[in-house]
């Protein structure tokens, strides 16, 4: 069955310019988490929505990273003026429903970005 | 957040046993257990959850001590598909999953 999907799956940005990266979560799924992971370490959560709403942004790094999710399917991280230390791979995850702790998160394979 | 240790690496043989510990030891009565692994090039995967009793699923079983301070995340038999990255996770509440470093498992033909 479809999973969870990212594009692209790789991007080479040159320092400065901006990214947009692309999620497309399972169908119906009410919950979307968008993580980022750099070498060697687990993943770090960026932010969070529940259908087209952004219920916590708590972990976005700085305020050059923003994330949107209009019509509560699609969802795309963007970051503008990109740094080097944002190269990492950026990870999307879906649930079936609502925050819970006992919900099981689906996730993408990832898009790995390496900013020159 | 209550935090989660686990051993930074281990080793198995395909086809036998692998016990991988996680201690918890700050666990709140509200937190569940969970473990996710993740496939060199590929995005975690789920694996088990548990809140109190031991937990069995067609991937893994899920051993979790009397007093929840410590869970053990049992693979029947590895096989070289097993050979991931472990991440031990407690979550309550509505909070986010928060990933440590997990266990590299490490699997010899």
């Known amino acids: 069955g479809a999973g969870v999907s990212q594009s692209p799956r790789y991007k080479v940005a040159k320092r400065g310019q901006d990214v947009a990266l692309r999620c497309d979560p399972i169908s119906g799924h009410v919950s979307l988490f968008w993580y980022q992971q750099a070498l060697g370490q687990g993943p770090e959560f960026l932010t969070y929505?529940?259908?087209?709403?952004?219920?916590?942004k708590s972990g976005l790094p700085s305020d050059r990273f923003f994330a949107e999710r209009p019509e509560g399917s699609v969802s795309t991280l963007k970051i503008q003026r990109t740094q080097q230390e944002d190269s990492a791979v950026y990870l999307c995850?879906?649930?079936?429903?609502?925050?819970?702790?006992?919900?099981?998160?689906?996730f993408g394979p990832g898009t790995r970005l390496t900013v020159l | 957040d209550a935090k989660t240790t686990q051993p930074n690496s281990m080793e198995s043989n395909e086809e036998e046993p692998v016990h991988l510990p996680c201690n918890h030891s700050?666990?709140?009565?509200?937190?569940?257990i969970h473990w996710y692994r993740q496939l060199p090039s590929q995005g975690p995967e789920y694996v088990i959850h548990?809140?109190?009793s031991n937990v069995n699923n067609r991937m893994a079983s899920l051993a979790i001590a009397e007093d929840r301070k410590s869970s053990t995340l049992i693979l029947h038999r590895a096989t070289l598909r097993d050979a991931a990255v472990y991440y031990c996770?407690?979550?309550?509440?509505?909070?986010?999953?928060?990933f440590g470093k997990g266990t590299m498992l490490l699997v010899s033909p």
């Open positions: 929505f529940q259908n087209e709403a952004q219920l916590d």
């Open positions: 700050t666990i709140s009565g509200t937190d569940y």
């Open positions: 996770i407690l979550s309550a509440g509505y909070s986010t999953l928060t």
């Open positions: 995850a879906s649930s079936l429903a609502r925050l819970a702790p006992y919900n099981e998160q689906f």
């Open positions: 548990g809140l109190t």
